[in-house]
């Protein structure tokens, strides 16, 4: 049989990713085979879709890709966006979103479009306006999302009527959950109490919670009872207890995880949604810091085993485990055999080999990972640092050869170089300080902070000033106090532009002028050379165990600052002066510069 060659010139969605550098010639060489191997076995996978299943992009660079193997690629945008912005999307054609607009698209609505779908995971980089009547554009986007609300507040009315209706009861389980996730509500809230007023859903978007539908006593124990019958748990009130729930949304599957506690006078069922659609692939993740990106692009790049140490820090909820995610991305699982240990497994990882522990049945951290010892892995990420006996097994595992990846709970770098030497066990102490000098490659601490809608104010330096001294409000007076020490602290003068959040905000933002959270970094690099971890060594073992951060201020040490940060956020008109003024904790010291 005789082939037939091909003549179109448009490139294939692989080549295009490859060419793009989203993922390597070797990834798209093995995801050809794997189709290869599934149509053996009589199985039909498209190549974009095996891409996405070992995590080598995500799902929205791929459909970028496929759209220039096109002349246009179907996308589906929440319809949040739709009514926010009046449009009709006719698909995607390249790196460009078609649409037709009620309004016209000027070039602050086109930046704000884009922001929202680069918050949704749509990356695309511009928008071609595409002529429609008005009419049928507005009757394309309103019909949908409205018959979803009614039906939404349709059904808690007739569960407050009728808390019996079992079929009511789950149409409204399943709507809250989609109403929360198109929200980008991280977790839902269920309190039941017996007081009438109290009977909250509640959701928290960006770190807050924003009370959203009363329901009555008595409906919101059947929507309890319900929810414990979905998680497969328990219906002891008086006992904590955990369950998990599986809702298929769109093109993928959320992971729900449900926490029932007792509380005085009733009972709190938190929970927690887990979307692997909001997971951003660590470029995404440090989009403000290419030069950082850069760094633990090439910590990571290693294809044989190597030991080395890479640590995330920061507070609760502040995006380690979105970050560890996206660095485990960027190893090769394909070459190496990457294994974790967690409590519990959030978001799967293509092509990694994930454990969650389970101390009820003395499946600790400790025990797991001397389990994985005897399965010959080449990466081991360890979900959390927790006690000596871990800090321990990853330091012996990086001696080794291992490449370990971990989280810590420190608020800053040269806290977490303490915590991990002051967690060494003493009779380990030399031994594992000396192993730390030579293996450890990065400390990177992180915190997430209030990030401003697109319909911030934009203003001059200047400008502000000189409105400063005829303010008479006191806490006007107050708060431009606060914006000088900031700007003063960032380096920031006169000439350069500062935004701020517009006051009432605007639908987009719910009126608050802030909508999203942006990451805020302190990193601290430490090159592989020789010179300088002799140095290391001896600071780690000569320095009092309780401060050893001197090692960050080695030459060739390369370390990125908090301040660093923040300058580039409030130059980019991602926070404002406030929010800056906060996260570096000026409100909690004197600045003596200037003042």
């Given at each position: 049989m005789s082939s037939t060659p091909l003549t179109s010139t448009k490139p294939l969605t692989g080549e295009v990713l490859v060419r793009k550098g989203i993922i390597t010639p070797e990834q798209l060489a093995f995801c050809l085979e794997h189709q290869r191997q599934l149509r053996r076995?009589?199985?039909?996978?498209?190549?974009?879709?095996?891409?996405?299943?070992?995590?080598?992009?995500?799902?929205?660079?791929?459909?970028?890709?496929?759209?220039?193997t096109m002349d246009l690629d179907a996308v589906v945008i929440p319809g949040e966006i739709r009514r926010r912005h009046g449009i009709y999307v006719h698909g995607i054609r390249g790196g460009s979103i078609c649409v037709s607009a009620v309004e016209p698209?000027?070039?602050?609505?086109?930046?704000?479009?884009?922001?929202?779908?680069?918050?949704?995971?749509?990356?695309?980089?511009?928008?071609?306006?595409?002529?429609?009547?008005?009419?049928?554009i507005l009757r394309s986007i309103h019909s949908g999302k409205d018959i979803e609300r009614e039906n939404l507040l349709k059904n808690i009315a007739k569960v407050n009527e009728d808390p019996s209706n079992g079929q009511v009861l789950l149409q409204l389980l399943r709507g809250l959950f989609k109403d929360a996730i198109e929200s980008r509500a991280s977790d839902i809230y269920f309190q039941k109490?017996?007081?009438?007023?109290?009977?909250?859903?509640?959701?928290?978007?960006?770190?807050?919670?924003?009370?959203?539908?009363?329901?009555?006593?008595?409906?919101?124990?059947?929507?309890?009872?319900?929810?414990?019958?979905?998680?497969?748990?328990?219906?002891?009130?008086?006992?904590?207890?955990?369950?998990r729930i599986t809702f298929p949304y769109r093109d993928t599957e959320v992971d729900i995880r449900l926490a029932t506690m007792p509380t005085s006078g009733g009972e709190l069922i938190t929970l927690r949604l887990l979307n692997p659609n909001s997971l951003k692939p660590l470029?995404?993740?440090?989009?403000?810091?290419?030069?950082?990106?850069?760094y633990l692009k090439r910590i990571l790049s290693f294809r044989?085993?190597?030991?080395?140490?890479?640590?995330?820090?920061?507070?609760t909820e502040s995006g380690k485990t979105t970050s560890l995610n996206g660095a485990i991305k960027e190893i090769d699982r394909r070459l190496l055999n990457v294994m974790t240990v967690e409590d519990p497994?959030?978001?799967?990882?293509?092509?990694?080999?994930?454990?969650?522990?389970?101390?009820?049945?003395?499946?600790?951290?400790?025990?797991?990972?001397?389990?994985?010892?005897?399965?010959?892995?080449?990466?081991?990420?360890?979900?959390?640092?927790?006690?000596?006996?871990?800090?321990?097994?990853?330091?012996?595992?990086?001696?080794?050869?291992?490449?370990?990846?971990?989280?810590?709970?420190?608020?800053?770098?040269?806290?977490?170089l303490n915590r991990v030497v002051g967690m060494i066990p003493p009779e380990y102490k030399i031994s594992g300080s000396f192993v730390l000098a030579n293996y450890l490659n990065a400390v990177i601490n992180q915190s997430l902070v209030p990030r401003l809608c697109s319909c911030a104010l934009s203003?001059?330096?200047?400008?502000?000033?000189?409105?400063?001294?005829v303010m008479t409000n006191h806490e006007a007076q107050e708060l431009w106090g606060r914006f000088a020490r900031v700007l003063d602290h960032c380096g920031i003068h006169d000439g350069e532009m500062i935004h701020l959040a517009r006051p009432r905000g605007c639908e987009?933002?719910?009126?608050?002028?802030?909508?999203?959270?942006?990451?805020?970094?302190?990193?601290?690099?430490?090159?592989?050379?020789?010179?300088?971890?002799?140095?290391?060594?001896?600071?780690?073992?000569?320095?009092?165990?309780?401060?050893?951060?001197?090692?960050?201020d080695l030459e060739k040490v390369e370390y990125h600052s908090l301040e660093m940060s923040i300058g580039i956020l409030l130059r980019k008109g991602t926070i404002d002066p406030l929010t800056a003024y906060y996260a570096l904790g000026l409100n909690r010291q004197t600045i003596s510069k200037g003042y």
């Amino acid at each position: 049989m005789s082939s037939t060659p091909l003549t179109s010139t448009k490139p294939l969605t692989g080549e295009v990713l490859v060419r793009k550098g989203i993922i390597t010639p070797e990834q798209l060489a093995f995801c050809l085979e794997h189709q290869r191997q599934l149509r053996r076995i009589g199985r039909e996978y498209r190549i974009g879709e095996l891409i996405i299943k070992h995590g080598y992009a995500i799902k929205e660079e791929v459909d970028a890709a496929i759209g220039e193997t096109m002349d246009l690629d179907a996308v589906v945008i929440p319809g949040e966006i739709r009514r926010r912005h009046g449009i009709y999307v006719h698909g995607i054609r390249g790196g460009s979103i078609c649409v037709s607009a009620v309004e016209p698209l000027t070039s602050g609505r086109i930046q704000a479009l884009l922001d929202d779908l680069n918050e949704a995971g749509i990356f695309v980089q511009s928008v071609r306006d595409v002529p429609m009547d008005s009419k049928e554009i507005l009757r394309s986007i309103h019909s949908g999302k409205d018959i979803e609300r009614e039906n939404l507040l349709k059904n808690i009315a007739k569960v407050n009527e009728d808390p019996s209706n079992g079929q009511v009861l789950l149409q409204l389980l399943r709507g809250l959950f989609k109403d929360a996730i198109e929200s980008r509500a991280s977790d839902i809230y269920f309190q039941k109490v017996r007081e009438e007023t109290s009977n909250w859903v509640i959701y928290k978007v960006d770190g807050r919670q924003h009370y959203k539908y009363l329901l009555s006593p008595q409906a919101m124990a059947s929507l309890a009872v319900r929810l414990r019958t979905e998680a497969q748990v328990d219906f002891e009130p008086r006992l904590p207890l955990d369950g998990r729930i599986t809702f298929p949304y769109r093109d993928t599957e959320v992971d729900i995880r449900l926490a029932t506690m007792p509380t005085s006078g009733g009972e709190l069922i938190t929970l927690r949604l887990l979307n692997p659609n909001s997971l951003k692939p660590l470029k995404a993740l440090f989009e403000d810091y290419p030069d950082l990106y850069g760094y633990l692009k090439r910590i990571l790049s290693f294809r044989q085993k190597t030991g080395g140490f890479l640590l995330f820090t920061g507070a609760t909820e502040s995006g380690k485990t979105t970050s560890l995610n996206g660095a485990i991305k960027e190893i090769d699982r394909r070459l190496l055999n990457v294994m974790t240990v967690e409590d519990p497994v959030e978001y799967a990882i293509p092509d990694a080999r994930q454990t969650s522990v389970h101390e009820g049945i003395g499946l600790t951290f400790d025990r797991v990972l001397r389990s994985q010892l005897r399965h010959s892995p080449d990466v081991l990420v360890i979900g959390e640092m927790r006690d000596g006996i871990t800090v321990e097994i990853a330091l012996r595992s990086a001696e080794s050869g291992h490449f370990v990846l971990s989280t810590l709970h420190t608020s800053r770098c040269k806290d977490a170089l303490n915590r991990v030497v002051g967690m060494i066990p003493p009779e380990y102490k030399i031994s594992g300080s000396f192993v730390l000098a030579n293996y450890l490659n990065a400390v990177i601490n992180q915190s997430l902070v209030p990030r401003l809608c697109s319909c911030a104010l934009s203003l001059r330096v200047e400008e502000i000033k000189k409105g400063a001294p005829v303010m008479t409000n006191h806490e006007a007076q107050e708060l431009w106090g606060r914006f000088a020490r900031v700007l003063d602290h960032c380096g920031i003068h006169d000439g350069e532009m500062i935004h701020l959040a517009r006051p009432r905000g605007c639908e987009r933002c719910q009126g608050s002028g802030y909508r999203g959270r942006a990451l805020v970094v302190e990193a601290v690099f430490f090159p592989a050379d020789e010179p300088l971890r002799r140095q290391m060594e001896a600071q780690l073992l000569t320095a009092d165990d309780y401060d050893v951060s001197g090692i960050m201020d080695l030459e060739k040490v390369e370390y990125h600052s908090l301040e660093m940060s923040i300058g580039i956020l409030l130059r980019k008109g991602t926070i404002d002066p406030l929010t800056a003024y906060y996260a570096l904790g000026l409100n909690r010291q004197t600045i003596s510069k200037g003042y």
